[in-house]
Structures are given as C-alpha cells and as structure tokens.
C-alpha cells in the first residue's frame, strides 16, 4: 500500500523512510515501553517493504502492527510459506551465484535484487547474519526445482545448521527468541549502529530510546565471550558467576572452528562488558570480545 513506508515507520527504531527500492536496514519493533518487540531486516522493493525475522515471529508481529492500523493505506501479509529460501555464504558467494546460478546479488548490505529464475521473479538480499558475504535467496514455490538444480551445477555445497549458527555466533549477530527476548531494550542489543537511528521523528517507543541515549549506557550488553579451551559450556541460557557474583546471562553457545575455541554471547552487566576483560567464571576463563560482523 502507499502508506507502507510512513505506518512502519512508526514502529521501528530506523528510518525507514529514507528507502529506495533496492535498498534495506535493520531495525528493532519496539513496544510503548520501548522493550524489543522483533528485530528485523527491512527490504525496500517497488511495491512492498519485505520484513525479515526469527522463524516464528511472523503472527506476533503482524498482531502488533494490526492493532495500529486504521485508515492507512497498508496490507499486511505472511508470505513466509509462499516461498523457498536458500542461504548461500562465504567469500566467493557473489561471484558463484552470478557466474553459475545467473543471479546478480547486491552488493550493499541489506541491498535487494530481483532475478528470473524459471520464469519467476527471485528476491536475492544480502543479510549481516555472517561475517563472510551471506544472501537469502527466496523463489516462489514453483521455481524451487529449477533453482535447486542450478545449485546443484555450480556444486554449492550443503552444510548442517549447526555450520550456519557457528558462523552466526562468529559474526555476533543475535538471533531474536534466544538472544534477544521482548525484556530486552534496544541499546541492550549493542546494534545501536546499525539499528537505531537516533535523528528520526516519531515512533512508539522513542521515548524510553531517547532517554537511554541520553543516559548515555545500560545496564547490560550484549557481548561477546572467547573461552580458553578448557571451558566447559553448554548451549542454553545460563547464568554468568565469577566467583559468587551474578555478572551476566550466557544466551548462545558455539564450538568455533574458526577460533577452534567455545564461542557465546552474553549480556555483560556494566563494568564486565569491556573488551579485552578477562573474567574467571565457574566454567573457566573468557575473554571479552565485540565480534564484528559482515556490516563492519
């Protein structure tokens, strides 16, 4: 609807308005209290704004931004079963799918082309989730065989998921329901960069974001932690002790292969979510570390 870029931007944390087709962001949804109510990738195409989330947050969502929606000229609609996605990663990812799958991926960051695929339009984004050039490619149903076999030509490899949240972890990038939750305040994320934008009008929520820039901290942030090998680990949410005292809440957990160490991220309470701080926890010791994903 032609309404579609003003109505969500009144919902999330970034400028939204500012898109052109073709270009994307990220963005939290926040609630009246300003708690984190989705963090999204928003894709800017011709006709729609295409949001992207954690799997099963779509109904959540849509209830949310349906409760707001009176007279504008917006229609709101889960296509996430209309569609096949494919995940294809690393540092030669581009060059494959446009030398042997026939797809022009974008070269920004949150950027969005559309290819042909079998006769069907294919949306090809570029998502932050790895540290290494990632795209999600998403064809309708009925193109999915070609496009498999077109993948399968140009022998792109399978990995397990376990390879992807590994990977993810590596990049810090959170995934929402695990380490992000609707408790959460946005600057808590510490993705204040690249979804937060403090300079536009009003949205629900602003207040309480305004009033914690202004703060200028939080309490807690999400973070990263490097554990010395000998660090035994889970991969839930746990508490963080050093020694007796509660400092944090571990909420991923990761074999790295990159590293060839365990990998979390955790909310670090203020004064222990400095970078390079070591702490000496009951599992052993960690080092403090700001992953830095593919977006810089």
């Known amino acids: 609807g032609a309404d579609r870029a003003s109505f969500l931007n009144g919902f999330c944390t970034n400028d939204l308005k500012r898109l052109e087709p073709g270009q994307g962001c990220e963005a939290f949804v926040t609630s009246a209290k300003g708690r984190v109510e989705g963090h999204l990738l928003v894709f800017c195409l011709p006709e729609?704004?295409?949001?992207d989330t954690a799997a099963?947050?779509?109904?959540?969502?849509l209830t949310h931004l349906d409760r707001y929606l009176i007279r504008e000229d917006v229609r709101l609609k889960d296509i996430t079963h209309d569609h096949a996605r494919w995940l294809i990663g690393g540092p030669h990812a581009a060059a494959i799918l446009a030398a042997r799958v026939g797809i022009a991926p974008p070269s920004e960051i949150c950027g969005v082309t559309t290819a042909t695929v079998d006769g069907?339009?294919?949306p090809v984004f570029r998502v932050p989730w790895l540290r290494v050039p990632a795209f999600l490619v998403a064809c309708p149903i009925a193109a999915r065989p070609a496009l498999q076999q077109a993948l399968t030509s140009a022998d792109v490899p399978r990995v397990e998921p376990a390879v992807i949240e590994a990977a993810r972890v590596e990049a810090g990038f959170p995934a929402y329901g695990r380490d992000i939750t609707?408790?959460?305040?946005p600057q808590e994320v510490n993705r204040d960069r690249q979804a937060i934008s403090f300079r536009k009008g009003?949205?629900?929520?602003?207040?309480?974001?305004?009033?914690?820039?202004?703060l200028g901290h939080v309490n807690r942030r999400l973070m990263g932690l490097k554990w010395d090998r000998g660090a035994t680990l889970?991969?839930?949410?746990?508490v963080l002790l050093v020694g007796d005292q509660e400092v944090g809440r571990v909420t991923s957990t990761v074999w790295s292969p990159r590293f060839r160490?365990?990998?979390s991220l955790a909310y670090l309470r203020r004064g222990h979510d400095q970078p390079g701080r070591r702490l000496e926890t009951h599992?052993?010791?960690?080092?403090?570390?700001?992953?830095v994903d593919s977006s810089g």
């Open 56 to 61: 099963g947050q779509a109904e959540q969502l």
């Open 182 to 185: 609707a408790e959460n305040l």
């Open 120 to 122: 069907h339009p294919v």
């Open 234 to 238: 889970r991969n839930e949410p746990q």
């Open 48 to 51: 729609m704004l295409v949001l």
């Open 202 to 214: 009003c949205y629900l929520g602003q207040e309480t974001v305004a009033r914690l820039d202004a």
């Open 283 to 291: 599992w052993g010791q960690a080092k403090v570390v700001r992953f």
């Open 261 to 263: 160490t365990p990998l």
